[in-house]
């Protein structure tokens, strides 16, 4: 993995005092293409919080020392004191614990985690932790909901899985291209709408948005194809005079689809 990949991969804060569960979720995160620091107990979690930056963090319930609850207090006491640091986002918290141990939904939340996840769990778990908590941190996003318009994620894995099914050999191969190509050619296809929007442009806003919407689809990111489409539909009709009011959440939604993808692109 070339440099810059390495750098835009997303950093872990895992807590646990087990060093097998330890193990195997460290292992989970690394296939989802994450960078991995390991803390043994709270006091450890806390240290490692006060001289690094993480993109999310996941904290057994039930460490010794200092719990998992009483740890996401005091990382929250230290963003609420020194919210520059983190640029006021708050760090995505994650609960691990066995459902009989958590303590209830209302104890995490009241801690200042985010979400929970029952153990053992999966790495389809793990990737949709990933997927929906970090895209909360994305500037572009601002308070806007994390989930898309509809509730779904960014990314319909199952448009994916078919387009493995293609290659079944060569799968990975496959997909990483496909992942590739678009990104690069994505980029591109928002600035064209961009530039169309700013321009008043409605022919290049057409072929932009259309083409966007297309290959969106294929991948599976389907609310993206949809506001792909209502600035399709808004060329072909000629009225694109609020095409500039989409602008905002297409940009958001856009991004979400780039972190999912990247992630997914990372766990081949």
């Not at 389907?222 to 009011?245: H, P, T, W, Y």
Request: overall charge negative; aromatic content about 4%; hydrophobic content about 40%.
């Amino acid at each position: 993995m070339d440099k810059r990949n390495e750098e835009t991969r997303p950093v872990i804060l895992l807590v646990d005092n087990d060093p097998l569960n330890r193990e195997i979720v460290k292992d989970m995160l690394e296939h989802c293409g994450c960078r991995v620091h390991v803390a043994g107990n709270g006091h450890e979690a806390v240290d490692a919080f006060s001289r690094q930056s993480f993109d999310m963090m996941f904290l057994e319930c039930l460490i010794p020392e200092m719990d998992g609850f009483a740890t996401a207090e005091k990382i929250r006491d230290m963003e609420a004191k020194n919210p520059g640091r983190t640029a006021g986002k708050k760090v995505p918290m994650v609960a691990l614990c066995a459902s009989s141990a958590a303590g209830g939904n209302e104890a995490i939340l009241r801690s200042g985690m985010d979400d929970h996840l029952a153990k053992p769990c999966r790495i389809a778990d793990i990737q949709a932790m990933l997927e929906k908590w970090l895209a909360a941190r994305r500037p572009e996003g601002g308070d806007s909901d994390t989930q898309g318009r509809d509730g779904s994620p960014a990314i319909d894995h199952e448009a994916l899985k078919m387009l493995a099914s293609l290659q079944p050999q060569g799968a990975r191969e496959l997909l990483t291209k496909l992942i590739t190509v678009y990104l690069d050619s994505s980029s591109k296809q928002m600035k064209d709408i961009l530039d169309a929007v700013n321009g008043h442009d409605i022919p290049a806003l057409l072929t932009a948005a259309h083409t966007l919407k297309s290959s969106s689809a294929s991948l599976g990111a389907v609310n993206f194809a949809e506001q792909c489409k209502e600035l399709e539909m808004m060329a072909r009709s000629g009225a694109i005079d609020g095409a500039g009011n989409r602008i905002a959440p297409l940009e958001h939604e856009y991004g979400r689809v780039r972190d999912s993808l990247a992630l997914y692109l990372a766990s081949l």
